[in-house]
């Protein structure tokens, strides 16, 4: 009898939850019972997206933002195609076309394009409405498409830009940044620490506007303008004014504001969010809502042979026939931890089907990586931290209540109502801001400024949905001078999680300190723990310290 035929699957997109589901499929593909093929629009190999701001102020090299080993993928057999657009999918035929004009056959097809930066309505920049067009044969202007930003702008989403922004540090620059959310304010003050003028523009009254509550963003902006970053709020951006290269094209000179200001700089960046690439999706048919709609098993909503991963993937429980046609809630998380449990979970069901295993029980998949905070699909619960050097930020959950409502709002149980507390400290002179939120003592949101040691307390009590101690002051004192770091902190046990964006535990990474590894770096290699957005570096040396190995005298 004939051995069946390897199945063939083809990945769009070769960014790093792209990446992560190639390492994930190899031990099938190496056993012959898969062919995989890779379809990457950037010609670089796949690099942590993440981490570009601190590559684009030199406070990272271009090593520290690899994710995977292509050449290891490519002896293993896996054929992937770089600096390759694909502009079509027929479902009919099952094949994607490319911009070559060649066809590849699949028997699954994995869409992990990721997404593109949102530009927001400026006069003298081209805005397009991208999801009915179909992407371009070159992929090198994938997002440039008949609408290149000018020049001086950029939206920091790729190597070229990181470029562009290093050069400006580098030279000590005038850099704005149209948007104040957690990947402005970082950049912003990374650049402002790196010697660079740097300006934050943004609507609202407080910076992290969807994260921070007034009190919270308050004091951020305070640390930032300390930290040497002016910030003007209140201000809505109208248009872009221009000067004259001596090649005699038109470079940005100043961003111009609905009230008159005119606030001048060699450079723009843009951090106005992001939006999934669905352009393929939607012109093949596929259900797309803010991102590619698939089912808990990533599969598409039209189509169980396609499935999406990552910042494309908007995942929801299908719609029932004759409901309502309203959008589902929720959408794609922009956060890489769930977009590498999505990967791993996909490769992990792939293989089980491969090998004729079980769904879910692939030997690789792990109760740290399928269950971690957030899940496969984390939305507004997720815990946000702000990397930057001397500024502590973290939040997560509903900061919105406040202490001095009238009426504080509870949430209907039934017959009952949970009644809110809301817990409140403030320092601004020294930095320092702590809310805490909670339902029927429950730990529901948080907001924490200046604080690490705190926060990281509270995002352990966060994400185990833990009870608050009745004195909330008690939490204060991590970052009191008298607290003594390990001693007797729930935020060492075993099963407290450290890196989010990997799952990785306590206990994981002190069985790691136990087998010789001393330092953050030799952690991250032995359990990818911090390779993600980095914000779990210092928490890492924290562990490594209590469970250091002693040397023998």
Not at 14 to 43: H, I, K, N, Q, S
Not at 114 to 121: K, Y
Not at 353 to 364: I, K, M, Q, V
Not at 463 to 479: K, M, N, W
Request: charge should be negative; charged fraction near 20%.
């Amino acid at each position: 009898m004939a051995e069946p035929a390897p199945e063939r699957i083809v990945l769009v997109g070769y960014g790093p939850v792209g990446a992560r589901f190639v390492e994930e499929l190899l031990p099938v593909v190496r056993a012959g019972l898969a062919t995989l093929t890779v379809v990457g629009a950037e010609a670089a190999d796949a690099y942590n997206r993440v981490l570009i701001a601190d590559y684009a102020v030199g406070r990272a090299g271009r090593e520290a933002l690899e994710v995977t080993d292509t050449a290891a993928a490519v002896a293993a057999g896996v054929s992937i195609r770089t600096g390759t657009s694909v502009t079509a999918i027929s479902r009919t035929r099952r094949t994607v076309t490319l911009g070559t004009g060649a066809e590849l056959p699949w028997d699954r097809l994995v869409l992990a394009t990721g997404a593109r930066a949102n530009v927001p309505t400026l006069d003298g920049v081209t805005r397009l409405r991208r999801n009915l067009m179909a992407p371009p044969a070159d992929a090198a202007i994938l997002d440039s498409a008949g609408a290149a930003l000018p020049r001086g702008v950029v939206a920091l989403r790729d190597l070229d830009d990181a470029h562009t922004v290093l050069g400006a540090v580098r030279t000590g620059g005038r850099i704005v940044v149209l948007g104040a959310g957690v990947l402005g304010m970082e950049l912003a003050l990374a650049a402002a620490k790196g010697g660079a003028e740097v300006c934050v523009v943004y609507h609202g009254e407080i910076p992290m506007n969807r994260n921070l509550d007034r009190g919270g963003g308050t004091v951020l902006a305070r640390a930032a303008r300390a930290a040497g970053v002016s910030m003007v709020n209140h201000s809505r951006a109208e248009s872009v004014l221009f000067h004259v290269d001596d090649d005699g094209a038109a470079r940005f000179d100043a961003l111009i504001c609905a009230d008159g200001k005119q606030i001048g700089g060699d450079l723009l960046v843009l951090s106005c969010g992001t939006g999934a690439r669905t352009e393929l999706a939607h012109l093949a048919g596929l259900p797309v809502s803010t991102g590619i709609l698939v089912d808990e098993s990533l599969r598409s909503w039209a189509d169980p042979a396609i499935h999406a991963i990552g910042d494309c993937a908007h995942v929801a429980v299908p719609a029932a026939p004759g409901a309502s046609l309203a959008r589902p809630a929720g959408g794609p998380t922009g956060l890489i931890g769930p977009g590498w449990r999505q990967a791993h979970r996909l490769a992990a069901d792939f293989t089980a089907r491969l090998t004729g295993r079980a769904p879910g029980t692939a030997s690789d998949t792990t109760p740290a990586e399928l269950g971690a905070p957030g899940g496969l699909a984390a939305q507004a619960a997720a815990v946000v931290m702000l990397k930057a050097e001397g500024v502590d930020v973290v939040a997560g959950g509903d900061t919105a209540p406040d202490p001095w409502d009238s009426e504080p709002a509870g949430h209907s149980d039934g017959c009952t109502a949970t009644p809110v507390s809301v817990s409140q400290w403030a320092d601004p002179e020294h930095g320092r801001y702590v809310k805490m939120v909670t339902r029927g003592g429950i730990l529901t949101g948080f907001v924490c400024v200046g604080m690490p040691r705190t926060a990281a307390e509270l995002t352990l009590l966060f994400e185990r949905g833990s009870e608050l101690p009745a004195d909330r002051s008690v939490l204060l004192r991590f970052d009191g001078p008298d607290d003594v770091p390990g001693a007797g902190g729930d935020a060492f046990a075993p099963d407290a999680t450290v890196c989010s964006c990997n799952g990785v535990s306590v206990g994981t990474i002190a069985d790691a300190a136990a087998a010789g590894n001393s330092t953050v770096a030799c952690i991250a290699a032995a359990t990818r723990a911090g390779t993600g957005c980095g914000g779990c570096k210092a928490r890492i040396g924290e562990v490594l310290t209590r469970f250091a190995v002693p040397t023998p005298s």
